[in-house]
């Protein structure tokens, strides 16, 4: 085993480059990747979880070089606005977790709990997370050298950009780069991939191939025949148009997800514009009245501003590793982007894989096992995201009325947890039994069910016991307010990021 192929760039495919030119520089691997000039790379401003800086951690890769290059900023989370009906629950922040968690997420797992039993306390999580309250004042979430505790962060980028730098930091450490556009794909008699051959007739053999092929899975699903798991019966959604728009002088240090008619929009802000896209169901709305609809949001009816329309094939693959083919990215699988989790599949995909196949001394041994396990990512993530449905009230639109209908599709795991939770157990306990811990910890499921409002109405609370009331919560909102007190602006901290000198 000396030889992998990689057909197709981007991002998936860029990243896959250097994680495994990382995982086998001492193995004597070659590395080809051959990037199509015809195909273009989605590329429409993108957020990423705190994944992507383990990433770029393990590359020894540092923010001062990359995110100026890509016009990224940073990322404490996401603010769901207009997802919930329920009177004070209409917005709430899904925050990245902090070391400063230790001592505020106990008492917002206890309020809610309490809550749940019937006691009146507060339970929004907004008020819980020190993330939450810098992303509210637009600071940078990177905590300064006499600032001991440390806030998990994402990033906000360009897609385009990220994938031209990475393939800079690819080929300088040693992968070979090839423009080319694959017309065939040739087997041997045991049905493993032995070549891609080019428009120009010039054939790429390789021992090991992976398919970064976009939507078109030209290799593991076109080639090899793998089936198609298809979500359409859990998510609605598979169509998006996105467009950019200015930002002023605040870059806000999250992304915002807002509840429309037919679906949601996104904005995301990078230095120098708003990434903005409304991701919706063509079932339920044209391409037309969805950029009309997105148009108005952003007070653009009347801009020549481009816009981009995207079809969005939501499922994944009943296997991502087949004979001698890895798929990775779209070619794999997908969902839609509510909870920024692409990159965070693709990174877990081949990280993974690069994991079992060194184990596996270069052989298929594991293959089961790891197919087993990037299933159970997918369906997880999957399951998380439909939970945004499931606990949404809106019933404003027939879109709504579809995606809250109790006949629609959930796993038998989710309608165990959210028995849980109405039964008032504790919900850290069930995450655990259930195993799904590695997909969302406890604290994002208390987040979503309690930032949704799904909790007992007002007329249906009691006084709490002065036990349920124990925590002083106007201490609590002094000690989070003096620990944001440490971070900085965060256009200033970009700005001095990318020009130290001159900042100084």
């Not at 709430?92 to 400063?100: K, Q």
């Not at 008020?127 to 906000?156: K, M, Q, T, W």
């Not at 087949?322 to 995909?349: D, H, M, R, Y």
């Not at 919900?427 to 208390?446: D, M, T």
Request: aromatic share 12%; with cysteine; proline share 4%.
């Amino acid at each position: 085993m000396k030889k992998i192929v990689i057909v197709g760039g981007g991002t998936a495919g860029w990243m896959s480059a250097l994680i495994m030119a990382r995982q086998w520089a001492a193995n004597g691997f070659q590395i080809e990747l051959l990037e199509s000039p015809e195909v273009g790379i989605i590329g429409v401003g993108e957020g990423s979880t705190p994944a992507l800086k383990v990433f770029f951690d393990l590359l020894d890769i540092a923010e001062a070089e990359w995110m100026p290059e890509c016009n990224a900023t940073y990322k404490c989370g996401i603010s769901f606005e207009n997802w919930s009906t329920r009177a004070g629950y209409e917005r709430y922040f899904h925050p990245f977790s902090s070391a400063l968690d230790r001592q505020t997420l106990p008492m917002f797992m206890h309020n809610v709990q309490a809550r749940l039993r019937g006691a009146d306390l507060y339970a929004h999580p907004d008020r819980f997370f020190v993330a939450s309250r810098i992303a509210r004042e637009c600071l940078s979430p990177v905590a300064p050298e006499n600032f001991p505790f440390d806030v998990h962060y994402g990033y906000h980028f360009d897609a385009v950009l990220l994938g031209q730098f990475l393939r800079k930091k690819a080929s300088a450490r040693g992968v070979v780069h090839r423009v080319c556009h694959i017309a065939q794909v040739q087997q041997d008699d045991a049905g493993n991939i032995a070549a891609v051959v080019t428009d120009t007739g010039e054939a790429h053999t390789a021992d090991f191939f992976v398919d970064c092929t976009g939507f078109a899975g030209l290799l593991l699903q076109k080639t090899l025949q793998t089936p198609f798991v298809s979500y359409s019966n859990n998510l609605l959604n598979d169509a998006a148009v996105a467009m950019p728009s200015d930002i002023g002088e605040k870059i806000p240090s999250e992304t915002i997800s807002t509840a429309l008619k037919n679906g949601w929009a996104w904005k995301i802000p990078l230095t120098n514009r708003y990434g903005n896209g409304y991701v919706y169901s063509s079932a339920f709305c044209s391409a037309d009245e969805a950029e009309q609809e997105l148009r108005e949001r952003l007070g653009l009816l009347d801009a020549d501003i481009p816009v981009r329309h995207l079809k969005m094939k939501i499922g994944r693959a009943q296997a991502h590793w087949v004979k001698n083919c890895l798929a990775v990215g779209l070619s794999q699988g997908f969902i839609e982007p509510l909870e920024a989790t692409a990159l965070f599949l693709v990174q877990q995909t081949v990280a993974i894989f690069a994991e079992d196949f060194t184990r596996g001394e270069f052989t298929d041994r594991y293959r089961a096992e790891f197919n087993q396990r990037i299933n159970g990512h997918f369906d997880g993530v999957r399951d998380y995201i439909v939970t945004h449905y499931k606990t949404s009230s809106r019933t404003d639109t027939d879109y709504w009325r579809a995606n809250t209908a109790d006949q629609q599709d959930v796993s038998k795991t989710m309608l165990e947890l959210y028995g849980s939770w109405f039964a008032g157990k504790d919900l850290a306990a069930e995450v655990q039994r259930l195993n799904i811990s590695s997909y969302y910890p406890a604290p994002s499921w208390y987040c979503i069910l309690a930032g949704m409002g799904i909790l007992p109405k007002a007329e249906q609370v009691r006084k709490p016991s002065a036990e349920e009331a124990r925590f002083d919560l106007p201490a609590m909102d002094n000690f989070l307010r003096r620990c944001a007190l440490n971070f900085s602006d965060h256009r200033q901290f970009l700005a001095q990021q990318a020009n130290p000198i001159s900042a100084a």
